[in-house]
């Protein structure tokens, strides 16, 4: 049985980083407005497509609650409601969020996807 370092173990620990440096890379270079958050709520993660449609920097919105973004947290409740009917994932799925830039709510076509 392979031990923590063996060749196998190795090997897989290496397989996992390039995946992570992979998917950090498509997260950060993504045009979409990509935001990730935990159990909580809180948001963790903060793309620069999502910086650039909402007028937001990430440093100004990890660890804050997601519905700074939404504007209430009716209408991040009404994100999740709808993620759980049909099965994790919404598309073309209106919603308002908060622009940053114009101080105001926009209406946009968004989708998510929760694992």
Do not use: W
Request: proline fraction near 4%; charged fraction near 25%.
């Amino acid at each position: 049985m392979p031990g923590p370092t063996s060749p196998t173990a190795k090997h897989a620990e290496q397989a996992a980083l390039e995946a992570k440096r992979y998917l950090t890379r498509l997260i950060e270079s993504s045009t979409d407005a990509i935001i990730s958050t935990d159990k909580e709520g809180k948001i963790v993660l903060v793309n620069e497509g999502a910086e650039k449609l909402l007028g937001y920097q990430a440093k100004d919105l990890v660890g804050q609650p997601v519905t700074v973004v939404y504007g209430s947290e009716a209408a991040a409740k009404e994100i999740l409601r709808e993620m759980r009917k049909r099965g994790g994932t919404v598309s073309g799925f209106d919603c308002l969020v908060r622009d940053q830039r114009r101080q105001q709510h926009s209406c946009l076509d968004l989708g998510f996807h929760a694992p």
